[in-house]
């Protein structure tokens, strides 16, 4: 889990890593359980090698923060959605306010509802694994 104590410092390594691979972070964010992260995509990575790098790179270093970490890993799967460019600001306010959208709603609800809006077909069984 992501908890106060780190998740700042989490999300500017994340930042970090994305700009070590050329995918420009815009914004970065999350909440206790997920985290967002708006970039620019380089020519240069295919977004599933940017995704095992983020994971791999990020999971690695939250372990030497402090023992309690010691078993933190990131779940298999990840969602990635493009975004319009012309609503890259809505996005922005969006990441930056994941605590006041998840009060309302679970990370798992929303994520469903990205999926239906967006007409991806997927099977529960392999989302949440």
């Known amino acids: 889990m992501i908890d106060k104590d780190i998740e700042t410092r989490l ?14 972070p815009v914004q970065v964010g999350g909440y206790s359980d997920h985290i967002h992260i708006l970039c620019l995509l380089s020519r240069k990575i295919a977004i599933m090698k940017l995704v095992e790098e983020i994971k791999k790179s990020s999971s ?12 933190f890993y990131w779940q298999e799967g990840y969602g990635v959605f493009s ?3 012309k609503e890259t600001d809505i996005v922005i306010e969006y990441i930056k306010n994941q605590k006041e959208h998840h009060e309302k709603r679970t990370f798992q609800q929303e994520f469903r509802l990205f999926l239906k ?11 949440w694994d």
Do not use: A, M
């Not at 500017?12 to 420009?24: D, K, Q, T």
């Not at 690695?60 to 970490?69: G, L």
């Not at 077909?121 to 392999?126: I, N, P």
């Open 11 to 24: 999300f500017e390594y994340l930042g970090g890593i994305c700009r070590e691979l050329e995918c420009n």
């Open 60 to 71: 690695k270093w939250i372990k030497t923060i402090d023992n309690r970490y010691y078993d």
């Open 117 to 127: 809006k967006y007409n991806v077909d997927y099977d529960e069984r392999y989302v």
């Open 83 to 85: 975004v319009n460019p």
